[in-house]
């Protein structure tokens, strides 16, 4: 079955902290993503890559930064935990050309 | 850019009725048009897609939905709702020159009676 993995399903973090978020899927997918859910403004894009090193910035990447070493792991880094960063994150990929995302289950991330 | 409109933050269906989901969207051209369930603490899965050809189209568990361009709806339907479909139902849509850039609604709520 494939599959893209979250590293953690609940995180705590402290305010100031710095935070990794990791996602591996094993789809050899080209196309990653990370979306943040929060209720009633559905998900919002933060990052995605289409290629290894290569990134673009989304709709809300302001305090956040990502990086993508090899084909298969995409992290979502926080600088700087903010409390405003409480939120689910979601991971995705797909193939070249689309075909429709594969998700991860998510990391319920709260700022404290 | 396309973007979507989900105008049912949340719905109620009694167990064996019928459901329908609405979903709107905008975009300059035919776009690619996708629902997703997420179950509560749960990643997204895909229910269905449409890219073109037939404006009906099939997906899983049981669900269909209709492209109308007339009316830039793509509509979610499924004749009889069973408890396990209480969910949180998401509309994207996505350019078919770009799909990396793929636009969620807000999402509709699906609670089932007994």
Redesign the interface.
């Known amino acids: 079955d494939v599959k893209v993995t979250q590293s953690s399903r609940y995180l705590v973090k402290r305010t100031g902290e710095k935070v990794f978020l990791e996602c591996v899927q094993d789809m050899d997918h080209e196309n990653m993503f990370w979306y943040r859910q929060d209720p009633g403004l559905g998900l919002r894009l933060i990052y995605f890559s289409y290629d290894v090193k290569m990134k673009e910035k989304g709709d809300i990447p302001e305090g956040y930064s990502v990086s993508r070493e090899k084909k298969e792991r995409f992290s979502l880094i926080l600088e700087s935990a903010s409390t405003n960063q409480t939120s689910m994150y979601l991971c995705a990929s797909s193939p070249f050309g689309g075909a429709g995302y594969t998700f991860g289950s998510g990391t319920r991330l709260t700022v404290v | 850019a396309q973007s979507v409109t989900q105008p049912d933050?949340h719905i109620t269906v009694s167990e064996g009725a019928s459901l329908e989901l609405r979903c709107n969207y905008s975009y300059g051209a035919t776009p690619?048009l996708?629902w997703?369930v997420q179950s509560p603490?749960?990643?997204?899965?895909?229910l269905l897609?449409y890219f073109s050809g037939d404006t009906l189209v099939q997906g899983i568990k049981g669900f269909e939905a209709e492209f109308k361009r007339s009316q830039s709806s793509f509509n979610l339907r499924k004749p009889s709702v069973h408890w396990s479909d209480a969910a949180e139902y998401?509309c994207a849509v996505?350019s078919p020159y770009n799909?990396?850039d793929?636009r969620?609604?807000?999402?509709t709520r699906l609670t089932v009676k007994p």
């Not at chain 2, 603490?41 to 895909?46: A, F, I, N, P, R």
């Not at chain 2, 969620?104 to 999402?107: H, K, P, T, W």
Request: positive net charge; aromatic residues 24%.
């Open positions: 933050i690619y996708f997703y603490g749960q990643g997204l899965q895909l897609k998401f996505a799909n990396n793929m969620f609604g807000a999402g």
